[in-house]
């Protein structure tokens, strides 16, 4: 298979020997050598190549759980390997903690922001490197540094904005600039556009361009395939630990590269029947809910979910979604209006009633509200019903038929590793959002309330999870579906509807709209006003 063999020939084709025994890796800002990472009863990397040239674009991709973040982990120095070696610009280089990290000159971006959030942008960014005056800060020395940065770079940021004060991405912006001021020449950025909109997203890869003219290296790791076709210059793919393929991007293309990913044909496009549409199942009306400092978010919204049907809700993140949900599922108390389920006004109940009539639930945040990371995987799934009859014997769980169950579950939505006793934090992102699922959807809800459900998943995992869902609309569920991933809703949803500043802005039909008319939405126009100048 080529793609069993192609890295082996790709690396020795820029290899060059310069005497007997010695590699010559001068070109390259990054060589990690047969690198080999071990964890109780996990090969997280089997003798791992990577090959980054100085001044490129590098992505790193692979399935939750393929050893991506463990690798960049070793290369910024969170973790150690067990065996391999580490060349930094053709130098070995012993990188045992971040602190060598940092020394070498390697900057590392996580997925979730590492700030402080009552903190300013300058005070977060010159954390433990304070400039000084004397004995005192020198917080205007540190602000012209940062503005500095920022114009080289178009990192557009304001020094003095509260970190809390500030939308997703520019708080990302403020992270990148952290790595920077710390003189980073090597930027590993880990699924840096799981948090963002279309438009942040774009904003991004013009700096990263910004930057790769500036001389810098970038590894990219992410899982999005038009991603790593529109900004990088090569890409390694990794497979359960080891590498799979190394190509130049403008040598590839997406099928090619999830074929490498997963292993096999991958359907890059949801497949899916009209949907059966039955009565209605859920509505809200005129409903008014405030977020957590008391300021209305969301703003008289009304719509209704039908059986069988997916209803998408569209939508710049902060514009009201995650407190519509909250509200909907009885995590935060609706001001005024009403939540109709079943005929039966539900609003302010709690989420243990709602459960029990048959609302399902996949949260926006997996590991603050879908999962107890510290629980082994045989009781996150029964979390909702485990004093349920079929789990609960008076005041006694029954161990069998959980873990019989769970089994099942295990099995059945592919879970891996496949064991019902590893802990729920020992799972990729990808895992334990099949865990969600699959606990949800084995309840037989009547209505779901799906909150990004592939954010930050491999495309394994998305395909497996639109499918699911899919299934569970054909069986007749009520599907309320909120995602920042445009393609997700164009795909899943059978109505659409757009929210801005806690409003709807219309109501549209994939079929019947254009993602230039939703992002118009998504920025504030009625659809009444479009349709009315397109006329």
């Known amino acids: ?81 067990n065996s391999g070696k580490i060349y930094i610009n053709g ?108 438009q942040e997203t774009e904003e991004l890869f013009k700096i990263l361009r910004t930057l790769k003219s500036q001389g810098k290296t970038i590894i990219f790791i992410t899982h999005k395939l038009h991603e790593i076709m529109a900004v990088t210059d090569s890409v390694t793919v990794m497979r359960l630990g080891k590498v799979t393929g190394i190509v130049k991007t403008s040598e590839t293309n997406s099928r090619e590269l999830a074929r490498m990913m997963v292993g096999r044909d991958v359907l890059l496009r949801v497949e899916k029947d009209k949907a059966k549409v039955g009565t209605e199942i859920f509505k809200v009306e005129d409903l008014h809910v405030k977020e957590n400092r008391g300021i209305e978010a969301v703003k008289g919204v009304n719509l209704s979910v039908r059986r069988g049907e997916i209803v998408g809700v569209a939508g710049v993140a902060g514009n009201g979604q995650t407190e519509l949900v909250e509200a909907i599922t009885g995590l935060r108390k609706v001001e005024e209006g009403h939540v109709i389920f079943k005929k039966t006004n539900i609003t302010n109940i709690s989420p243990k009633r709602r459960r029990e009539m048959g609302m399902g639930h996949i949260p926006e945040d997996r590991l603050k509200h879908g999962l107890v990371t510290s629980f082994p995987l045989y009781y996150n799934f029964i979390l909702g019903r485990h004093d349920s009859p079929q789990f609960c014997d008076g005041s006694f769980l029954k161990m069998p038929e959980i873990k019989r169950s769970s089994e099942e579950l295990v099995k059945r939505f592919d879970v891996r590793p496949p064991s019902i006793d590893i802990l729920g934090a020992n799972l990729s992102g990808g895992n334990q959002q099949k865990v969600i699922i699959a606990r949800e959807f084995s309840f037989n809800p009547d209505f779901m309330a799906v909150a990004q459900p592939t954010r930050g998943l491999d495309i394994g995992a998305i395909e497996f999870i639109h499918k699911t869902i899919i299934s569970m609309r054909d069986k007749g569920v009520g599907i309320l579906l909120v995602s920042m991933e445009l393609e997700e809703i164009f795909s899943l949803s059978d109505r659409i509807l757009v929210m801005y500043e806690g409003q709807i802005m219309g109501e549209v039909t994939p079929d019947a709209t254009s993602t230039e008319e939703i992002g118009l939405m998504m920025a504030g126009h009625r659809l009444e006003d479009l349709r009315a100048q397109e006329a």
Request: glycine content about 8%; aromatic content about 8%; proline content about 5%.
């Open 91 to 198: 130098v070995e280089t012993k990188i045992k903690n971040p602190n060598d990290a940092i020394t070498a000159k390697i900057g590392m971006v996580h997925q979730h922001f590492m700030l402080v959030d009552r903190l300013s942008v300058v005070e977060n960014v010159v954390l433990g490197m304070e400039p000084s005056r004397g004995p005192f800060f020198a917080i205007d020395k540190a602000r012209d540094q940062i503005k500095k940065l920022s114009k080289r770079f178009g990192l557009y940021v304001e020094p003095n904005a509260i970190i809390e004060d500030l939308p997703v991405g520019s708080q990302q912006r403020v992270e990148i600039i952290k790595v920077l001021y710390r003189g980073a020449e090597i930027l590993v950025l880990d699924e840096p556009t799981a948090v963002l909109t279309p």
């Open 1 to 81: 298979m080529v793609g069993e063999i192609f890295p082996y020939l790709f690396v020795f084709e820029r290899m060059v020997f310069v005497e007997k025994g010695k590699k010559d890796y001068s070109d390259y800002a990054v060589v990690m050598e047969q690198i080999v990472k071990k964890f109780p009863g996990v090969l997280a990397n089997d003798h791992v190549d990577l090959f980054v040239k100085r001044g490129e674009i590098h992505a790193l991709v692979g399935e939750n759980g393929a050893g991506k973040t463990t690798l960049m982990s070793q290369l910024y120095g969170l973790i150690n390997p």
